[in-house]
């Protein structure tokens, strides 16, 4: 499968992977709801609050943003007598997918290629401003007043990703150091569906070999990690999880260029994840490892040996290790194709 440049491609673009796999263009907003100071706090209606906020997203924007029920979740708070005064009633987001409109052309300009940065700074431009738009808008359900706070999840903004590797670069922090540079090399990505990295009729398990196969489009890999992704949600009081034991896979990727690593998040930033022939949209988080994540893994596996009895013969009776531990990939490409096939 032919990928185009990654630095051509536009924020509204849909990027082909190998493994029937598809990053989807979107813009997501994470969604607060709190009831107003005259408001008697009680168990919100969804189906009410949805209603209205797809009422203003289509009147009141100065363009008209048709969203489908399935991309407007909410999560509202379980035990109001728990609540306190200052907590929200309900958590949600909303994901807008249809972006054509950043990318229509003007009459004349039919024949014209896009500038990608020209692109870019309408997609920045327009998410900021329906952030502006909805934040603090009231939301009245049937005399019962709602205040909704809106905000541009950490993992969707990539130039404030950016912005904070090169504050943490002059500040000097260490664990992204190479050759006395600092620059940050290695992704997390956190809540991908762990059968759509796994080997078809094989298992259901997240494969090493084909998740390298699809994170290779992006450039050269230099680590790789894929483990489930069993991270403990905080109860906040919000009903609902979004990650569910086993179901999820956490993949980290060490790529052997800053240029691959920059692009690569630059382009999982602000998409969505979907496999061929389902209907699901994947909503993973995506952000840039500050602590050396592989770098760290040797040392711990070097300490863990080092405090291990050494047996008869000078061999170590080790039980095997946990399947959550991080296998450190070390195959390039060329290592891919032997493997995959017999030549």
Same mark, same amino acid.
């Given at each position: 499968?032919?990928?185009?440049?990654?630095?051509?491609?536009?924020?509204?673009?849909?990027? !082909?992977?190998?493994?029937?796999?598809?990053?989807?263009?979107?813009?997501?907003?994470?969604?607060?709801? @709190?009831?107003?100071?005259?408001?008697?706090?009680?168990?919100?209606?969804?189906?009410?609050?949805?209603?209205?906020?797809?009422?203003?997203?289509?009147?009141?924007?100065?363009?008209?943003?048709?969203?489908?029920?399935?991309?407007?979740?909410?999560?509202?708070? #379980?035990?109001? #007598?728990?609540?306190?005064? !200052?907590?929200?009633?309900? @958590?949600?987001?909303?994901?807008?997918?249809?972006?054509?409109?950043?990318?229509?052309?003007?009459? %004349?300009?039919?024949?014209?290629?896009?500038?990608?940065?020209?692109?870019?700074?309408?997609?920045?431009?327009?998410?900021?401003?329906?952030?502006?738009?909805?934040?603090?808008?009231?939301?009245?359900?049937?005399?019962?007043?709602?205040?909704?706070?809106?905000?541009?999840?950490?993992?969707?903004?990539?130039?404030?990703?950016?912005?904070?590797?090169?504050?943490?670069?002059?500040?000097? +922090?260490?664990?992204?150091?190479?050759?006395?540079?600092?620059?940050?090399?290695?992704?997390?990505?956190?809540?991908?569906?762990?059968?759509?990295?796994?080997?078809?009729?094989?298992?259901?398990?997240?494969?090493?070999?084909?998740?390298?196969?699809?994170?290779?489009?992006?450039?050269?890999?230099? +680590?790789?990690?894929?483990?489930?992704?069993?991270?403990?949600?905080?109860?906040?009081?919000?009903? %609902?999880?979004?990650?569910?034991?086993?179901?999820?896979?956490?993949?980290?990727?060490?790529?052997?260029?800053?240029?691959?690593?920059?692009?690569?998040?630059?382009?999982?930033? %602000?998409?969505?994840?979907?496999?061929?022939?389902?209907?699901?949209?994947?909503?993973?988080?995506?952000?840039?490892?500050?602590?050396?994540?592989?770098?760290?893994?040797? +040392?711990?596996?070097?300490?863990?040996?080092?405090?291990?009895?050494?047996?008869? %013969?000078?061999?170590?009776?080790?039980?095997?290790?946990?399947?959550?531990?991080?296998?450190?990939?070390?195959?390039?490409?060329?290592?891919?194709?032997?493997?995959?096939?017999?030549?």
């Amino acid at each position: 499968m032919g990928i185009p440049p990654l630095e051509s491609l536009p924020p509204t673009k849909t990027l !082909e992977l190998e493994n029937g796999l598809s990053l989807l263009p979107r813009v997501k907003l994470e969604l607060t709801v @709190h009831p107003t100071p005259s408001s008697v706090a009680k168990q919100i209606d969804e189906w009410k609050l949805k209603r209205a906020l797809m009422e203003f997203l289509k009147n009141s924007l100065s363009v008209s943003i048709d969203v489908p029920e399935e991309d407007l979740e909410f999560r509202r708070f #379980k035990d109001l #007598k728990k609540r306190k005064r !200052e907590d929200p009633v309900a @958590h949600g987001t909303l994901s807008i997918r249809d972006l054509g409109f950043l990318t229509r052309k003007k009459r %004349g300009d039919e024949g014209k290629d896009e500038d990608v940065k020209e692109v870019e700074k309408k997609f920045v431009e327009w998410r900021k401003y329906i952030v502006e738009k909805l934040d603090g808008i009231e939301l009245n359900l049937e005399g019962d007043q709602y205040k909704l706070s809106v905000n541009v999840p950490a993992s969707d903004d990539f130039q404030g990703m950016k912005k904070s590797w090169e504050e943490a670069s002059v500040f000097g +922090n260490r664990g992204f150091s190479r050759g006395g540079r600092q620059e940050p090399d290695t992704i997390v990505v956190r809540g991908v569906p762990s059968r759509w990295f796994a080997e078809p009729r094989v298992s259901s398990k997240p494969s090493m070999l084909v998740t390298h196969t699809i994170f290779s489009a992006f450039g050269k890999i230099r +680590n790789l990690s894929v483990v489930e992704d069993n991270q403990d949600k905080v109860d906040d009081g919000i009903g %609902g999880g979004d990650i569910i034991s086993g179901l999820h896979c956490k993949i980290v990727v060490q790529f052997e260029k800053y240029t691959d690593f920059c692009n690569a998040l630059r382009v999982l930033c %602000g998409r969505s994840l979907q496999k061929q022939g389902s209907r699901l949209k994947a909503d993973y988080e995506v952000t840039w490892s500050k602590e050396g994540f592989f770098q760290n893994a040797r +040392n711990q596996a070097v300490e863990k040996i080092s405090r291990t009895p050494a047996t008869f %013969g000078g061999h170590h009776r080790n039980e095997p290790p946990s399947r959550v531990e991080p296998y450190i990939s070390r195959f390039n490409s060329e290592d891919t194709r032997r493997k995959r096939f017999k030549e």
